[in-house]
């Protein structure tokens, strides 16, 4: 169970708000928070596309390759579109060594 403090106002403008803090807390090389601030952001707008991606990149660049492959799956659903999400998916997938899985992504990336 997670306790958050009451939110006053829109929740698009807080997530946008935790989505900058997070990124200042990268540059400072506070991964654990620039974490928490993103997955927070989107519980507050499940839509904040650039939360999931930020989110999945960072992860990516701990190495931890499956958590970040989830994250890109889940901005491919909110963002049908998105590019980057086939593009991410194919890098860590060939980090993993999963390379036709990879090789798909990036087919899906280049079609997009």
Same mark, same amino acid.
């Given at each position: 169970v997670r306790?958050? %403090?009451l939110l006053?106002? $829109?929740?698009k403008v807080k997530a946008e708000?935790?989505?900058? #803090?997070? /990124?200042e807390l990268f540059k400072k090389d506070n991964l654990q928070a620039a974490? #928490?601030?993103?997955?927070t952001?989107? #519980?507050? $707008?499940p839509t904040y596309a650039d939360a999931y991606e930020s989110l999945g990149v960072m992860l990516g660049?701990?190495?931890?390759?499956?958590e970040a492959i989830e994250w890109m799956k889940q901005? /491919?659903?909110? $963002? %049908?579109? /998105?590019?980057l999400a086939h593009t991410n998916m194919s890098l860590y997938l060939m980090k993993l060594g999963k390379i036709e899985?990879?090789? #798909?992504q990036k087919s899906q990336a280049t079609i997009k």
């Open positions: 306790y958050y %403090p006053t106002g $829109d929740p708000e935790l989505f900058y #803090e997070a /990124s974490e #928490e601030c993103l997955k952001a989107i #519980e507050l $707008d660049r701990m190495e931890r390759y499956a901005l /491919s659903a909110v $963002d %049908p579109k /998105s590019v899985e990879a090789e #798909e």
